[in-house]
């Protein structure tokens, strides 16, 4: 086993100040590590407000072992100055939607050091990113960076009146999730590491991360574009109506508790085979899930806290959910995991010539209903360095780094 342990007395930093951050952020600290936050203007004029006096964590925090952490997080430092957030840290936490990644790269990169372990919630090719980042700015510093297939956490930040509060309300814990370095060679030290990170401890004390086999594995079991684009695109006419013309509360709703249903399980299900066949294709794996895992309340999520058996019927209510959205179209899932996940997905089907139609059929809807058009602002293979590569090629850098330049 590799030994991490001089990650111990090294303080966090977490880039980012919304939801995940927040949690990660709080609940490293409640666990006793010194924590720095850091969020970039203009976002953190409201995202930090309030923080410096510390982070109230709280919630039903549900999962399988009943593992819960609860309190006021004092923060070490609080800062909107990259350099210094991460400057002498040993674990470094990226969480913030996939558009803050360049930004935040771009402070990151100047400010390694060797030793470095960067872990990326949730992934959504942020490693592939860095790594191409930092080789277009001639960084060579000794690092470990990888990703996650999801967040520890199902959270949301509470605002009132349009003010962003330092209070963060986590309704489930994840007890399993899977990780990756890039390359994988880091892997087991990537893996080794997050026993570190106090946003991981119910994971470390439950059933324990698992190893992708590349961070293109992470990136095809992150259930967010499976369960976000169906149940937001296939659902808008109850997430459209609700508080409408039901007489319910607008923001009491959730796709899991008001718009999951067997229809949308179908395709959520047929979307995931479409992600097998890719991943098949590519040569590099994917979480298994059974067919009969799709067709609850929870669908495929519930697993990540509760474990293979939990099933809440399509009769039954999902109260733990209500609240978490969305509440209309303009939201990261669709301006994230449209553009992102799926748009990334239907470009590999092109390459290694997997048929994609579900996946297309989530980036044709999503462009009509909100009038954007995903398919030119969409992630490309280039922009995450890997469009050129041909599958041998591709397979060395992801296992081994070893990283073949474009022609």
């Known amino acids: ?41 203009p976002f953190a004029k409201k995202t930090l407000f309030g923080v410096e006096k510390g982070i ?72 592939l990113l860095l790594r191409k980042m930092m080789r277009e700015a001639g960084c060579t510093k000794k690092v470990i960076i990888g990703g996650w297939s999801s ?26 999730l899977r990780g990756a370095a890039l390359p994988s060679v880091d892997q087991e030290a990537f893996l080794e590491s997050s026993k570190y990170l106090g946003c991981m401890d119910a994971v470390t004390t439950g059933e324990g991360a698992v190893g992708g086999s590349t961070v293109m594995d992470t990136g095809f079991s ?46 959520q299900y047929g979307f995931y085979k479409e992600e097998c066949a890719l991943a098949e294709a590519m040569g590099v794996g994917i979480q298994p899930y059974e067919k009969k895992h799709f067709f609850s309340r929870e669908n495929v999520l519930g697993q990540e806290y509760m474990g293979l058996d939990y099933e809440i019927p399509y009769d039954q209510q999902d109260y733990i959910q209500y609240g978490t959205g969305p509440f209309d179209l303009n939201n990261r899932y669709i301006t994230e995991d449209i553009p992102v996940g799926c748009h990334v997905y239907h470009l590999l089907g092109e390459k290694f010539g997997v048929k994609t139609p579900l996946v297309d059929s989530m980036i044709h809807l999503a462009c009509c209903m909100t009038g954007r058009d995903f398919w030119s602002t969409g992630y490309t293979l280039d922009y995450i360095g890997i469009g050129h590569m041909n599958k041998e090629e591709m397979l060395d850098y992801l296992h081994k780094g070893i990283y073949k330049p474009k022609a």
Request: aromatic share 10%; net charge negative.
């Open 56 to 127: 109230k964590f709280f919630g039903d925090q549900l999962n399988l072992h009943c593992f819960e952490r609860s309190g006021l997080a004092k923060m070490d430092m609080v800062t909107t100055d990259v350099a210094e957030a991460v400057k002498g840290a040993g674990l470094i936490i990226v969480a913030t939607p996939s558009l803050g990644h360049v930004p935040f790269f771009e402070k990151l990169i100047p400010a390694l050091e060797d030793g470095m372990v960067i872990h990326i919630f949730p992934d959504n090719f942020g490693s």
């Open 1 to 41: 086993m590799v030994d991490m342990s001089y990650l111990k007395d090294k303080p966090i930093a977490v880039l980012g100040a919304g939801a995940v951050a927040k949690a990660t952020a709080g609940d490293c600290a409640l666990a006793g590590a010194k924590v720095r936050i850091c969020d970039l203007e």
């Open 151 to 176: 967040a520890p956490y199902g959270c949301r930040v509470e605002i009132k009146g349009g003010v962003i509060l330092p209070k963060i309300r986590v309704y489930y814990r994840a007890i399993t």
């Open 222 to 267: 992150n259930v967010n574009p499976v369960l976000h684009c169906p149940g937001t695109i296939l659902g808008v006419a109850v997430m459209q109506n609700w508080g409408v013309i039901y007489g319910e509360n607008k923001f009491d709703y959730s796709i899991y508790s008001h718009a999951y249903c067997q229809g949308i399980s179908e395709v």
